[in-house]
């Protein structure tokens, strides 16, 4: 049976991870700060593990990383010069505590933890084997079947096991382990995921957005390359390459969507990718206005490119209440249709009498569109034109992006007047496929599934 309950777009979840060089140097605060910079990327759990000589200490709740780590002696009790660190959002297993990362594995006389953004698309296949040659799994996420794994080939050594391990998974994964004395980082041969490496006077860190190196004054050094292996140890940086090469397929929607604008992936900016697809949105869908707004957040910098291309003034049109979650983890339709009206409120003084064009980055459901062509119409909006910097999404990720069963994406199942005429603006256009590669330097080099089911591996059947 669905679960419709399950069955909502979703983010996924950041991973961090520093190794000082000074051995009295305790990582756990500076853990603390990357968390709370890659806090978009999941609200679910979050969790730190530090390594002081093989001995970790760790903390995970559930919940926000401000209330999980609610003082000094929580951050105190964690010891090392080593550390990881997670925040996550369900993409495969619960929200039980015993699914919340970092994971730990006992090796021979020390410990070893790992935390893992992404989805494996073989984690079933491997978990029955692990099952039948006798492993007990205590969660039920893809982490554990990493972590186990890798426990089992560590005989051959650190380097030696993640090669082993990386030829078996299959999937989309930026992965973090911290060692006795080591930093590793993975990231999946196709790059779905980030990861990036910084820089600080006594450390080196590892995260999934550069925005977590800014907040703890680190230096972007360079993305990890897909298909790369890092390894850092008091003697730098040292970096394998996978051997299973295959061709970069960066996710798009990291750009579109999921990154903070103040991010920059796989060197390209975050915000001026927005940027650009507002600009290309805008010749591709021109139309007559006196306003152009954006959907907060994320809609904000394509909204300011239309209006720089369409010389139509730009406006702040839609207010945000910022202590509250994104719509989309609402539980279930209602409740999503209401948290709009909780979590955004129309300024009348830029709508009234006014023809507004409205730039979002995405329509999944339409649910929250239609409620936002309501909200425009009840302040007074005189026409309202829905524009959208991604094209319709009509296919599901399989690689750690929780989006809704085929038949539940509007774009799936309907023509772009037929959606139009759902969330009941005047006018609605999306922004070609085309055009959002256009948007992100024009290379063939992102992996847009979502949009055109072109996926970059063999992916399960899905009954949908
Ligand atoms: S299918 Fe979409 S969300 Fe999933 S990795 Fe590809 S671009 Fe990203």
Redesign the pocket.
């Known amino acids: 049976m669905i679960n419709f309950d399950d069955d909502k777009i979703k983010e996924e979840c950041g991973v961090a991870g520093i190794f000082s060089n000074q051995e009295d140097e305790e990582v756990s605060r500076l853990l603390y700060y990357c968390l709370y910079a890659l806090q978009h990327r999941g609200q679910e759990s979050a969790g730190i593990a530090t390594n002081k000589g093989g001995k970790i200490s760790k903390w995970k709740e559930n919940g926000l990383v401000s209330d999980i780590f609610r003082g000094d002696e929580i951050l105190d009790s964690l010891k090392g010069n080593i550390g990881i660190g997670h925040v996550r959002y369900s993409t495969c297993g619960d929200g039980d505590i015993r699914n919340a990362q970092p994971l730990m594995v006992n090796y021979k006389t020390s410990q070893i933890a790992l935390a893992h953004n992404g989805n494996l698309v073989n984690a079933k296949a491997l978990r029955d084997m692990l099952e039948d040659s006798g492993v007990v799994f205590q969660t039920d996420i893809d982490t554990e079947v990493i972590v186990n794994l890798f426990a089992r080939s560590l005989k051959d050594g650190l380097v030696n096991a993640i090669k082993r391990v990386v030829e078996i998974i299959k999937g ?1 994964y930026a992965v973090v382990i911290t060692t006795e004395d080591k930093l590793v980082g993975i990231r999946d041969p196709h790059g ?1 995921r980030p990861l990036c490496l910084g820089k600080t006077k006594t450390s080196y860190v590892l995260a999934s957005e550069s925005c977590a190196l800014d907040a703890i004054g680190a230096e972007l050094v360079r993305d990890i390359e897909p298909g790369e292996i890092v390894v850092i140890d008091k003697d730098g940086v040292k970096s394998f390459q996978q051997n299973n090469w295959v061709k970069r397929k960066s ?3 990291e750009l579109i969507y999921f990154a903070r604008p103040d991010s920059v992936i796989d060197e390209r900016s975050v915000y001026l990718s927005r940027h650009n697809a507002g600009i290309i949105l805008a010749k591709e869908n021109p139309v007559e206005g006196d306003v152009v707004i954006g959907v907060p957040d994320s809609g904000i910098p394509a909204a300011i490119g239309y209006a720089k291309e369409s010389g139509i003034p730009y406006g702040m049109g839609l207010i945000k209440n910022k202590y509250i979650g994104r719509t989309f983890i609402q539980p279930n339709q209602k409740l999503r249709e209401e948290g709009v009206r909780i979590k955004l409120n129309a300024l009348k003084e830029n709508i009234e009498d006014k023809r507004v064009i409205i730039i979002d980055d995405s329509i999944v459901r339409g649910t929250t569109s239609k409620r936002l062509v309501e909200m425009l119409r009840e302040a007074g909006a005189k026409e309202v034109h829905f524009r959208v910097s991604s094209p319709p999404v009509a296919h599901t ?1 399989h ?1 750690g ?1 929780d989006t809704p069963y085929r038949q539940h994406l509007i774009g799936a199942t309907h023509s772009v007047e037929e959606i139009r005429k759902m969330i009941g603006a005047d006018t609605l256009g999306f922004i070609s496929v085309n055009g959002l590669v256009e948007s992100v330097g024009g290379e063939d080099k992102y ?4 949009f055109d089911g072109d996926y970059p591996m063999e992916v399960p059947i899905m009954y949908d």
């Open positions: 989309a779905l996710c798009i929607f990720c690689f992006i992996c847009k599934a979502c």
